[in-house]
T-cell receptor, first 118, second 115 residues
Framework: AQSVTQPDIHITVSEGASLELRCNYS??????LFWYVQSPGQGLQLLLK??????LVQGIKGFEAEFKRSQSSFNLRKPSVHWSDAAEYFC????????????????FGTGTRLTIIP | NAGVTQTPKFQVLKTGQSMTLQCAQD?????MSWYRQDPGMGLRLIHY???????DQGEVPNGYNVSRSTTEDFPLRLLSAAPSQTSVYFC??????????????FGPGTRLLVL
């Protein structure tokens, strides 16, 4: 079974500073990886996803993530954070279920809460 | 499009009561799923469906039932509510299988309190 670890429960950064959120996964095959963001009281929004190809993927709102197979990591980065980036961030990996296509089951990490200070 | 809608927004139940959380989408998505979100535990998959009439269990299915009679609707039933089911419940949908290069769209959530 797949699993995801987000080792940082809470991170605080200054507005304009760079950001890196860590994500480590465990999965037996080539992983399909996702980053989602959740603003307070809201549902989740997809930031970016990795399936194959270029290991550096670009997402919305200026975020990017790098897939490193050797380290089983998929860290999220942003060069300069804005106050509006304050939210909770979730990494997820897709695993096989019952359909012929597989990858129906998403397993989420426990999340990293990001606080931005002026 | 209304996207993914969930009703009710908030519900209080007594232990042993039953209820159904409603989820609907108007995007003709085949894949739908239910998650629960608890503090410090992220989102955990309860049940999912890959099309009308086809459902499967996720990570935490005990105490919950689902069925999928139409493409649009995917209700989640609590047969006998327990305090451990106090949580925020999210429904999500995608055109194809969620993990296969398809973006999953989340509803706004239902907050459930079981006393």
């Amino acid at each position: 079974a797949q699993s995801v670890t987000q080792p940082d429960i809470h991170i605080t950064v200054s507005e304009g500073a760079s950001l890196e959120l860590r994500c480590n996964y465990s999965y037996g095959a080539t992983p399909y990886l996702f980053w989602y963001v959740q603003s307070p009281g809201q549902g989740l929004q997809l930031l970016l996803k990795y399936f194959s190809g270029d290991t550096l993927v670009q997402g919305i709102k200026g975020f990017e993530a790098e897939f490193k197979r050797s380290q089983s990591s998929f860290n999220l980065r942003k060069p300069s954070v804005h106050w509006s980036d304050a939210a909770e961030y979730f990494c997820a990996v897709a695993g096989k279920g019952i359909s012929n296509f597989g990858n129906e089951k998403l397993t989420f990490g426990t999340g990293t809460r990001l606080t931005i200070i002026p | 499009n209304a996207g993914v809608t969930q009703t009710p927004k908030f519900q209080v139940l007594k232990t042993g009561q039953s209820m159904t959380l409603q989820c609907a989408q108007d995007m003709n998505h085949e894949y739908m799923s239910w998650y629960r979100q608890d503090p410090g535990m992220g989102l955990r998959l309860i049940h999912y469906s890959v099309g009308a009439g086809i459902t499967d269990q996720g990570e935490v299915p005990n105490g919950y039932n689902v069925s999928r009679s139409t493409t649009e609707d995917f209700p989640l039933r609590l047969l006998s509510a327990a305090p451990s089911q106090t949580s925020v419940y999210f429904c999500a949908s995608s055109y194809g299988v969620a993990g296969n290069q398809e973006t999953q769209y989340f509803g706004p959530g239902t907050r459930l309190l079981v006393l």
